[in-house]
């Protein structure tokens, strides 16, 4: 079972694994954040709390039946759009603040976490829209994990049609756990754990110690 950390211990080298459903793609036009959720881990990938955060942000509609053929059939049939219409309270501002809230609960001190999940610049553009103080607390560095995967597929692409592949739920936390196991799987066999890179350490110490 995956080992979990206790809510009063200080979370080592975090990661704010965050995805987010939208309108639509345009994040210079109309388009908005409209589900997000959050799970934090430590830098062994280890979930903090479980349950993370997770809302949806209400929109009339009447505006979520302008989104596009994509999104209304998608977020419809997921059962987003209902959610959406059950829950008018949660407005963009308050979503804004619980999401803040639940970050500073683990990582107190602003810039030390840093953002991670998949093609994870998209979303952190959005919230940098929606929820800029979200990402004002965040480091600026991201771990953006469909980078390893666009490299491994150039580097050993046998190996990586081997990785779990994402079901396509689209939904914000289904996305950041398959993308946290994906994570996971590159580190246990596409990466050289500490055992295979001793040698190249070794050397280097003694190379610096020589200098």
Not at 66 to 82: F, I, Y
Not at 88 to 112: D, G, M, N
């Amino acid at each position: 079972m995956q080992a979990l950390l206790r809510k009063t211990k200080k979370v080592d080298n975090p990661l704010v694994w965050i995805d987010c459903e939208m309108t639509g793609l345009d994040v210079f036009g109309d388009d908005h954040i409209i589900e997000v959720c959050c799970i934090i881990t430590d830098g062994d990938l280890n979930v903090v709390d479980e349950e993370g955060y997770e809302s949806t942000v209400y929109y009339s509609k009447e505006r979520l039946d302008s989104m596009g053929e994509w999104c209304v059939s998608q977020h419809n049939s997921s059962g987003l759009v209902a959610k959406i219409l059950d829950h008018p309270e949660q407005t963009l501002e308050r979503v804004q603040q619980e999401l803040l809230s639940y970050i500073v609960k683990y990582i107190p001190q602003s810039r030390v976490g840093i953002l991670a999940g998949n093609s994870i610049h998209m979303d952190k553009i959005f919230l940098m829209k929606d929820m800029p103080r979200v990402t004002d607390h965040l480091h600026y560095r991201l771990v953006d994990v469909s980078t390893i995967m666009e490299f491994g597929r150039r580097h050993n692409p046998e190996l990586m049609k081997c990785c779990p592949k994402k079901t396509g739920l689209h939904t914000a936390k289904s996305d950041i756990l398959e993308s946290l196991a994906q994570l996971k799987w590159y580190r246990d066999y596409y990466f050289k754990n500490k055992q295979e890179t001793k040698d190249v350490v070794q050397a280097f110490q003694e190379e610096k110690m020589n200098e």
